[in-house]
């Protein structure tokens, strides 16, 4: 198995077209013919993740958040992001990132959090097309039944096993949730149009202060879960779609989380 087979069976479900334009997804270090006994996945490939796969004779890293957004103009080994990719070279393991695609798929990101909340039928926020099939960012559930927003704060918690959440809200304990939007990582450049569609809370990450003033006084009630936190699963969702069609040792490896409470 090649790291061309993976790629694959991945662009099956989750196709580069799919991705932002401004996005940068698919190979970003190695070669396609390379053998694949070992891969790592992982939402961020920090130093500190590489140097784990060198560790584990990984021959593949997958990210969700690629390591190479803006054209790269030199490779300096004295500077970060050349050496991350010089260990990358040397010890043989190559680079694959999913990111907006992978979000925006069918079966990606944003369905696969809806889902891991007990969330079903959910409906795309921002939907596009590409040969007949639909795709976008976000997703929009209507609820079995009404919720205030501090059940809907528990269910949260509970489900994705967070010690705390940020709510912007007015009367949490009253205000009553038919609908919810769910758009994971930096999504609150959507509430506009989850307000369109008649959703009375936005569940993201990365909130800022006068995003969410301007939310709610517009009647949108916003949890802020964490970028990290909201997107964490991926490793998850991309064990489980290769798990199931080759034989491979997949370890899922993260950093820590860049923000703590202390």
């Given at each position: 198995?090649?790291?061309?087979?993976?790629?694959?069976?991945?662009?099956?479900?989750?196709?580069?077209?799919?991705?932002?334009?401004?996005?940068?997804?698919?190979?970003?270090?190695?070669?396609?013919?390379?053998?694949?006994?070992?891969?790592?996945?992982?939402?961020?490939?920090?130093?500190?993740?590489?140097?784990?796969?060198?560790?584990?004779?990984?021959?593949?890293?997958?990210?969700?958040?690629?390591?190479?957004?803006?054209?790269?103009?030199?490779?300096?080994?004295?500077e970060l992001i050349g050496r991350k990719i010089?260990?990358?070279?040397?010890?043989?393991?190559?680079?694959?990132?999913?990111?907006?695609?992978?979000?925006?798929?069918?079966?990606?990101?944003?369905?696969?959090?809806?889902?891991?909340?007990?969330?079903?039928?959910?409906?795309?926020?921002?939907?596009?097309?590409?040969?007949?099939?639909?795709?976008?960012?976000?997703?929009?559930?209507?609820?079995?039944?009404?919720?205030?927003?501090?059940?809907?704060?528990?269910?949260?918690?509970?489900?994705?096993?967070?010690?705390?959440?940020?709510?912007?809200?007015?009367?949490?304990?009253?205000?009553?949730?038919?609908?919810?939007?769910?758009?994971?990582?930096?999504?609150?450049?959507?509430?506009?149009?989850?307000?369109?569609?008649?959703?009375?809370?936005?569940?993201?990450?990365?909130?800022?202060?006068?995003?969410?003033?301007?939310?709610?006084?517009?009647?949108?009630?916003?949890?802020?879960?964490?970028?990290?936190?909201?997107?964490?699963?991926?490793?998850?969702?991309?064990?489980?779609?290769?798990?199931s069609k080759f034989e491979v040792e997949i370890?899922?490896?993260?950093?820590?989380?860049?923000?703590?409470?202390?």
């Amino acid at each position: 198995m090649t790291i061309s087979d993976i790629i694959k069976e991945l662009e099956k479900k989750f196709p580069k077209n799919f991705a932002e334009s401004w996005d940068n997804v698919g190979l970003l270090v190695g070669d396609r013919k390379q053998d694949v006994k070992k891969i790592i996945v992982t939402l961020d490939a920090t130093e500190s993740v590489i140097d784990m796969a060198i560790e584990r004779n990984a021959d593949l890293i997958i990210s969700h958040h690629p390591l190479i957004f803006s054209p790269i103009k030199h490779i300096d080994f004295s500077e970060l992001i050349g050496r991350k990719i010089m260990k990358l070279i040397k010890n043989n393991i190559s680079l694959y990132s999913l990111h907006t695609n992978i979000d925006s798929a069918p079966k990606g990101l944003n369905w696969f959090l809806g889902e891991c909340l007990g969330f079903e039928s959910g409906k795309i926020l921002e939907e596009n097309s590409f040969q007949e099939s639909s795709y976008g960012i976000g997703r929009v559930y209507k609820l079995d039944r009404n919720m205030s927003v501090l059940e809907i704060g528990e269910l949260i918690k509970e489900k994705l096993k967070l010690e705390k959440i940020i709510v912007s809200s007015k009367n949490i304990e009253l205000k009553s949730i038919k609908k919810i939007a769910i758009i994971n990582g930096s999504g609150m450049g959507y509430w506009r149009k989850a307000k369109r569609l008649g959703a009375d809370l936005v569940l993201t990450g990365d909130v800022k202060y006068h995003e969410a003033i301007d939310a709610v006084e517009n009647g949108i009630s916003v949890i802020d879960i964490g970028h990290y936190e909201s997107e964490i699963i991926f490793g998850e969702l991309i064990k489980e779609n290769l798990q199931s069609k080759f034989e491979v040792e997949i370890e899922i490896l993260n950093d820590e989380p860049i923000f703590k409470d202390i």
